[in-house]
């Protein structure tokens, strides 16, 4: 049972290069999110996906797009990276009602 | 709109003494569930303490407990017997509509030996 994963760890881009950061799940949870973490900063939401077939905005949408591939999936694309996308990306999941959302390890991007 | 406020950048606490984390919230909402996660040197997130908006009693997880106050709006985080292990980045959280998870800007604990 590894919980969250997610792909890459680190990665390095230079300014208008695009990828995409993976995420899994393999707890059977409904929900899944994205947030990024800035130096002395809490969380912010980018997107999430209450359940298959969904997605919704958060609070810092702009440059990114998302696709809930499955249940287990919930991919973060990049299409034109800007320097003030560096940052640690979260992914997280949760069971629909009450209780705890279940983060991944983070990943360290830097833009260029 | 909904907000998590708190107010301590840093602290610090003798080991083995207990430690309290300011917490406070914004919502007008009725049901709501509030988080304290805890975040090592290391980066990742753990989850500490979960205490639900219609909880009457304080929710309490081995050493940490969460002191809710509703009428006051606030739901600090106690430390108690701090630990070297204690010192991280902590953040309160406030789940709103559809799970989404708004956070405060965290507070650096400190365990002095």
């Known amino acids: 049972n590894a919980g969250v994963t997610q792909t890459p760890k680190f990665q390095v881009l230079k300014t208008g290069q695009s990828m995409t950061l993976q995420c899994a799940q393999d707890m059977n949870h409904n929900s899944m999110y994205w947030y990024r973490q800035d130096p002395g900063m809490g969380l912010r939401l980018i997107y999430y996906s209450a359940s298959e077939g969904t997605t919704d905005k958060g609070e810092v949408p702009n440059g990114y797009n998302v696709s809930r591939l499955n249940k287990r999936e919930f991919s973060l694309r990049l299409e034109s990276a800007a320097p003030s996308q560096t940052s640690v990306y979260f992914c997280?999941?949760?069971?629909?009602?009450?209780?705890?959302?279940?983060f991944g390890p983070g990943t360290r991007l830097t833009v260029l | 709109a909904q907000k998590i406020t708190q107010t301590q950048p840093g602290m610090f606490v003798q080991e083995k003494e207990a430690v309290t984390l300011d917490c406070t919230y914004d919502?007008?909402?009725?049901?709501?569930?509030l988080f304290w996660y805890k975040q090592p040197s290391s980066g990742e997130m753990i989850f500490l303490i979960y205490q639900g908006s219609y909880d009457e009693q304080n929710a309490t997880e081995g050493r940490y407990s969460l002191n809710f106050q509703k009428a006051r709006k606030s739901a600090n985080l106690v430390i108690s017997a701090s630990q070297l292990g204690d010192s991280a980045m902590y953040f309160c959280?406030?789940?709103?509509?559809?799970?989404?998870?708004?956070f405060g800007q965290g507070t650096e604990l400190s365990v002095k030996p």
């Open positions: 919502t007008s909402d009725q049901s709501y569930g």
């Open positions: 997280a999941s949760s069971a629909v009602g009450p209780g705890e959302q279940f």
């Open positions: 959280a406030m789940r709103e509509g559809g799970g989404k998870l708004i």
